[in-house]
């Protein structure tokens, strides 16, 4: 027997809709290239939205067809969120980090047929622009409104094709199954990969990331993406955000520490998303100029390893609450979370603090569990390690242009590529990247481990642990150190004591494998890279 419910697909216009009727006076804030901040409301966005959805028609862009992005996070992006989906065409949103080549690579594989720009990110396209295809149309966002001078051939001015854009043709009908947006994972290892995201999976990760014990954005919530809108979709919040009428507030290309703060303060943000580095950097600023942060309730570490020595920092230093968070493009990506006190405790007690420093439960609505090298599911109970596999409505089945991969095996669960133990509780720890562990004499060295308890040192500002190949031990730790203050380093024997608390001595790094540098060597979305550390030891 059927239920007999209405049918109501799961589109990104209703969220628009939403938006445009219920939040039409919510602001959304957003920091223009020379540092000014912009402010429109939902309301008036959504007017531009359909301006831009009748100026894509006239330039051709028709259901199924790839938009791309190449863009900071601000209002003009937010406005092709919504009026590319609600054509029917596809939001490839573009890393601006990425070297020329994998930039034609990808705009190549995505088969992009316009490109929308920020004026200051043109040089960055230039470099790449001779391997571009040649029938691509450019258009570039400018807050001047000069953009068709900026060195783009043919390119079109946004505010200008927008002002004599005409009425948008009568609503696309939408299935939501139908692909809304398009991610390319970082592609740290061989070619980057493609997600392409489904309305019905967008919307369902929206509605989740409203959910409390995921990443709980709310109504009363000013939001602040720092993650940027080309990695996961900014994690998914400026849907989020706009489904429960959230303030948004877009911090465009000022991404420094001290940029951030100022920011937090004088907008009073309540949420705020990142990677670990960049609230490393927001601290170690708030440090050398106190400001008022008491608005955070939610500052939210994800995409990578969160340190517990940070979580402890923010929470002693400023009274602001970590929630840690895991996730990958594949995973749209909000996939395991956890809050400050979200098992009882008070958020500063260590034992939360703990807690605090692995992602957790997974979301509402995933399942996850872990698998070994034979496929077989391996037990819940905190200590067996093995790859963690998800499934779920807002997981990918396979990548764009791939008919088969080996990460979506006929089972239905997603091979991570991340080790991981689960408890009996069902909260996730995550050991390291596959790739990322150390094996020494058969065993597996967490280099995550290793890396957070070096934070935990007074003496060390940030730490990155990789593996080099060993005679004796197959391959061998080796600990980079950035220095708090450059001019009394901790000495490595300090270190190695230090991590001796901890571990077994076969797990530590010698003495000589202690390396004081003046900086960690960052991916393309911030993270530590590993990839490059690892061919610099080879390289000598
Ligand atoms: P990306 O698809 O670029 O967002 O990268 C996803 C990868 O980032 C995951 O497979 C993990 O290796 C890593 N990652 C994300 N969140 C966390 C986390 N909370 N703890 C540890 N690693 C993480």
């Not at 809050?339 to 009882?344: K, L, Q």
């Not at 991590?499 to 000589?512: I, N, Y």
């Amino acid at each position: 027997m059927h239920g007999r419910m209405m049918e109501q697909p799961l589109t990104l216009d209703a969220i628009l809709r939403r938006a445009r009727t219920v939040f039409g006076d919510r602001e959304v804030v957003s920091r223009r290239a020379d540092g000014a901040l912009h402010r429109t409301t939902y309301g008036q966005l959504a007017a531009r939205v359909d301006r831009l959805m009748g100026a894509l028609q006239a330039l051709g862009v028709r259901p199924g067809d790839r938009v791309a992005t190449f863009a900071w996070n601000g209002h003009r992006h937010l406005e092709l969120y919504f009026a590319v989906p609600c054509l029917g065409a596809v939001l490839h949103t573009v890393n601006v980090r990425l070297a020329p080549e994998q930039i034609a690579y990808i705009v190549q594989h995505a088969g992009d047929a316009v490109l929308c720009v920020d004026r200051a990110l043109v040089p960055a396209l230039l470099a790449a622009a001779p391997r571009l295809p040649a029938g691509l149309r450019y258009v570039v966002l400018d807050d001047d409104g000069r953009g068709a001078d900026a060195g783009l051939p043919g390119a079109l001015d946004y505010e200008a094709w927008l002002a004599q854009a005409p009425p948008p043709a009568a609503a696309v009908p939408l299935d939501e199954h139908q692909a809304a947006g398009l991610c390319y994972t970082s592609g740290t290892t061989g070619e980057p990969k493609g997600v392409l995201y489904s309305h019905r999976s967008t919307v369902l990760h929206a509605f989740g990331c409203g959910m409390v014990d995921s990443l709980g954005v709310a109504q009363r919530d000013t939001v602040l993406p720092v993650v940027p809108m080309f990695h996961v979709n900014a994690w998914g919040l400026p849907y989020a955000a706009a489904l429960v009428g959230a303030r948004l507030v877009l911090p465009g290309a000022h991404l420094g520490g001290d940029a951030l703060a100022g920011l937090i303060e004088a907008e009073r943000v309540t949420f705020a998303a990142g990677v670990p580095t960049v609230w490393n950097l927001v601290l170690q600023s708030l440090r050398r100029h106190p400001r008022d942060v008491s608005s955070l309730r939610r500052l939210v570490f994800g995409g990578a390893p969160t340190p517990r020595a940070l979580v402890e920092q923010w929470q002693h230093e400023f009274g602001v609450p970590v929630t840690h968070a895991w996730g990958m493009t594949e995973t749209s990506p909000v996939g395991a979370c956890t809050h400050a006190g979200s098992t009882g405790l008070a958020p500063d007690d260590p034992a939360d603090i703990t807690l605090r420093g692995r992602p957790g439960r997974p979301v509402p609505g995933l399942e996850a569990r872990i698998v070994g090298d034979d496929g077989r599911e391996l037990p819940w109970d905190g200590q067996t390690a093995g790859e963690l596999c998800v499934r779920g409505p807002w997981v990918a089945s396979g990548y764009f242009g791939h008919a088969t991969h080996e990460a979506f095996p006929a089972d239905g669960w997603f091979r991570t590529g991340d080790v991981a133990t689960i408890d009996p509780g069902g909260a996730i720890a995550i050991t390291d990247r596959k790739k990322d562990l150390i094996k020494s004499r058969g065993e597996w060295i967490s280099s995550t481990a290793l890396e957070n308890a070096a934070l935990l040192h007074p003496g060390v500002l940030e730490a990155a642990v990789v593996a080099r190949p060993d005679p004796l031990r197959d391959e061998a730790p080796v600990l980079f150190v950035v220095p708090r203050d450059a001019a009394a380093p901790p000495p490595p024997a300090d270190l190695v004591a230090h991590l001796a608390a901890s571990f077994p001595r076969w797990q530590l790094p010698r003495r000589e494998d202690v390396r004081l540098v003046d900086a960690i060597p960052k991916t393309s979305v911030g993270k530590i890279d590993k990839k490059l550390l690892r061919r610099r030891l080879r390289d000598g």
